[in-house]
């Protein structure tokens, strides 16, 4: 890893944080563009936001693998986040969140491609999972495009979900 990178695509890399990035987050979902689809449904609070870099933190240095930051190979301008993590199941999960100014650039099919290649390179687990809020159509248009099988509902926080899975064969199948 230099410099604190974890992988590149095309357009996009893929970093750890710094300690001082809470900001960034913080600017990302302060948002109801960027939130509405996710538990709370609500920007984050600042608070919110320094406790899940400390989480981003301890989740690489105890799994070896987080949510990172996103940026832009062109400019480094902050994109979003995305990564995958082990969830409460025990089961490894990918999530991401891109600035809505980055909507529509095929950056999130872009990234959740990758990170399935780089998941699966690094043998964490035969499979990963994903959700998606019912409504939120653009997201489950990338996990299918990537090659992620829809598993059935799941309900978080109360809130019903669409789960997807990927499994190693899946995704060699459709690259």
């Known amino acids: 890893m230099t410099d604190g990178i974890i992988f ?24 109801i563009e960027t939130t509405r689809y ?11 936001c320094e406790e ?9 240095g ?4 987080t949510k990172y930051k996103i940026v832009s190979r062109e400019d480094g301008r902050f994109i979003g986040r995305a990564g995958i993590s082990l969830y409460h199941t025990g089961e ?16 999130a099919t872009e990234i959740a491609g990758s990170l399935a290649d780089w998941y699966f390179s690094r043998d964490f687990a035969p499979h990963f999972i994903a959700f998606t809020h019912p409504d939120n159509l ?16 799941i309900f978080i926080e109360g809130i019903k979900g669409v789960e997807f899975e ?10």
């Not at 996710?38 to 919110?48: D, I, L, N, T």
């Not at 105890?62 to 693998?65: H, K, L, P, Q």
């Open 8 to 31: 590149e695509t095309p357009r996009l890399i893929a970093k750890m944080w710094d300690d001082g990035d809470a900001g960034l987050i913080f600017d990302l979902h302060s948002t």
């Open 92 to 107: 490894y999960e990918m999530g991401y969140a891109l600035y809505a100014r980055e909507w529509g650039k095929g950056f």
């Open 138 to 153: 653009a997201s489950q248009h990338v996990l299918k495009k990537i090659g992620m099988r829809v598993r059935g509902p």
């Open 52 to 60: 899940r870099l400390a989480t981003y933190l301890a989740e690489q």
């Open 62 to 65: 105890r799994d070896g693998t």
């Open 166 to 175: 990927m499994t190693a064969a899946v995704r060699q199948a459709v690259t």
């Open 38 to 48: 996710m538990s709370g449904a609500a920007p984050w609070s600042r608070e919110k």
